[in-house]
């Protein structure tokens, strides 16, 4: 198995950039001198977009996809930040090849900025600004438990943020409810947690896409998520497997009955969830569905065909 | 009338602290120099609550009232910064002292902060951040407008987050919805914007509560709003000028067909809407009602009974 985590990671070659790098006006520095205005908008009123894509191993995954999605969002918040793709694209490999991160989840980021004319409160005057920032492979399960599968929990406290508020597919910082759904979970000793929408479908988590199996079938959530590249990876590999999928709306107490749960999610790739609230699914462990596509999704992730090597300095 | 901006606009005494200061660490700096981290759980999860006091005329406006609220955000979010409200406020005092502000927009704030535990995604594992920064008075809308009546127009591509997603009492910079609705207003050259509930009710705008005047009576919104400490004053105005007041919803229809609406906030007070979407008020200028609300307010904001005063140094 390709997943051996300790083995494959390799620290940063610099103290320096031992936790992080960044890459703002130009410079590649220290992530923990990366900050931004306190009364930048996309603090303050959240004004911003990002988008996060992994490299394993050396080579960014699927890196023209990430970079679409991020710019489709810039797009529909009417952000820009002046920059080309190929700019952005170059940013992101110095950045990564000075912190020697071989595997790191690393973020782009369009924030509104501040305002060029003093005391304007109008969105359209504002010098948006893009910086980005890299850091050890995030893993929104931790190592130990994706492997065996981690325990969720279905929120009862919040409903997710609907989509004609804040459109889920515009990769956003509103992580209020994930955080109050955290909570929730983190106190009755779930991993994480899964939000419904106000019709009590499910949607997503706290960075992941949700799946399920039934009858051999793949469902996944089609409302109220963001369309995960890691989402569209398991899409793709199922297909390749010859498993019929299914993208709809999928009630809690349908998703109790199934078969396997998992998530997909750049911080981890394909994570088998053996619990849900109280129900235990594939006696506690990974599914057989959920491992083949977990291999295949590893393998996906070291294969040439998507990937984009760094050259490294270090 | 009190309301004579210019004269009474003082401007901050040092260069050094003109645009603005803030409170990080112990120390006051320059507004320039205050940042936080790129990631920060208050940027990057918008975990965070903040609240603003204006400062009039060399005097806190209602301070205990924008501590209280501070501090019942902060408790609904679980978030300690390890502070006491007396702690707070000496910040507050000395900051705004310092910077020589005397009209002033006063921040505080108190973010989730950085995990303790490297990797952790649990955010009790936080250690909570508290700062603040002032900035010369903010006016929601511009000077000039707010005595002769703004327009506002009520958002069609985008409704207000629900409370059961993000609680709007607690003061938060989840923006996003108002920022959609901000420019479908700008693009059609409306000052600010309303935004409606899921249901068709109206909420509030970006940084105020809504009010309406029908048949002598004060009509305002009852849920998807922000409690304003500015609403509180008007309500308390009302009743002490006899006014009989109504909180409860008010759908977009019966809006357009009140006599006068207004708007309260911290950044100006009392303001006189004049046109909603294509409707006038009022012959497009302000109200008999709105104006005796107004002067009140503004008379309340000089009275020693709600003033805090600050010792400057400078």
Redesign the interface.
Known sequence: MVIQQNEMEVAALSDKYAS?A?WMNGEVIP??E??????DW???????T?DVVPVWNGGFFRIQDYLDRFFESMKA??LDPKMTRGKIQEVLTEMVSISGFRNSYVSM?CS?GLPRVS?S????DCANYF?S?C??Y???I?PDIEVIGASALIAES?????D???NPIVK????????VG??EA?DSSYE?VILTD?DGNITEG??FNIFAIRNGTLITPKSGVLSGISRKTVLEIAEGLGIRTEIRNIKKTELLRTDEVFISTSGGGVIPIAKVNEQIFSDGQCGAVTLEIRKTYWTWMNSPAYRTEIFYKN
Chains 1, 2 share one sequence.
């Open positions: 992080g960044a992530i923990g990366a900050s931004i205005p306190v009364n996309g603090l303050i009123h959240s004004d911003i990002y918040l009417r980021v509104r005391g409160r109008d969105p359209r910086y920032w850091v050890p995030i893993h929104v931790k919040v409903k997710r943020i609907p004609n508020s804040i956003n910082y509103h992580w209020g409810d994930f955080t955290l909570f983190k994480t106000q706290p960075g």
